[in-house]
């Protein structure tokens, strides 16, 4: 018998249910597991090299992290992209990314600072959304920005943006499969940098909103064409000035 492709058998029982969990994300995030596809279990414990009953655990997680449904007798399916999840992935990223946007731009250390710029700096890696390095360089921007990494930034905000965060991760490969998405992006940041970079709380927290809302819709539009924002998502807009009408990037040839 051919050894497993990815055997994470000899991991303990606690790490060995987050090895699965996470490499089932990954493909979930790449695209390799599509939106609707019903998961078989036992291929997978076989690709993984583990037996049936972390793989349930981890399968639970996953449900429980929104990333799939179990469903009686039917398995374990990838969770479809719906409007309604985006906007509430989307509504809570933007109380907490402009909480945690707003406390870095009053306390972040001149590392900090120089970090930020040289993340956007750079030209764009690629504009294949199949290439990891568009994404890790967008959270890279953010985690310095928001500070998750520094002294100042309560734990359990950190926690619960870093939750919502990975959510969002299978709505970003819709985000960033058009080129346009990248270039919108990439001045977003600059936007927020330079709010952020002279330690103006209040255009930092405006600027990180405009970004996620901006970015939301662009997503819920490719999704479903006909769909109209939510009411909490007219709220925050209106709060932040953030105009829902104005073009979308995608409608520019």
């Keep these: 018998m051919s050894e497993p492709v990815l055997s994470l058998a000899w991991r303990s029982q606690t790490t060995l249910v987050d090895d699965i969990v996470g490499a089932i994300r990954d493909r979930i995030v790449r695209g390799e597991l599509e939106p609707g596809l019903k998961i078989r ?3 997978f414990a076989e690709l993984l090299g583990v037996s049936r009953t972390p793989l349930r655990e981890a399968f639970q997680r996953l449900e429980a992290d ?10 374990a399916e990838v969770r479809p992209l719906t409007v309604a999840e985006a906007e509430e992935i989307f509504t809570m990223r933007v109380v907490l990314e402009t909480a945690a946007a707003r406390l870095a731009a009053l306390a972040h250390p001149d590392a900090d600072a120089r970090r930020a710029r040289a993340l956007i700096d750079p030209e764009p890696p690629s504009l294949d959304r199949t290439d990891d390095g568009i994404d890790d360089a967008n959270q890279a921007f953010h985690d310095v920005v928001y500070g998750l990494d520094g002294v100042t930034m309560p734990q359990e905000l950190a926690s619960e943006l870093r939750g919502y965060w990975a959510r969002a991760l299978r709505y970003r490969l819709v985000y960033w499969s058009r080129p346009t998405s990248v270039a919108r992006s990439r001045a977003a940041h600059k936007a927020i940098y330079k709010a952020w970079s002279r330690r103006d709380p209040g255009a930092t927290e405006r600027a990180v909103a405009a970004h996620i809302l901006t970015a939301l ?5 490719r999704i479903d064409p006909a769909a109209t924002p939510s009411g909490a998502v007219r709220a925050l807009a209106d709060l932040y000035g953030v105009d829902l009408r104005a073009p979308l990037a995608t409608e520019v040839r």
């Design 66 to 75: 929104g990333w799939v449904q179990l469903r009686a007798r039917r398995g």
């Design 41 to 43: 279990q036992q291929e």
């Design 217 to 221: 819709r662009e997503i819920t539009a």
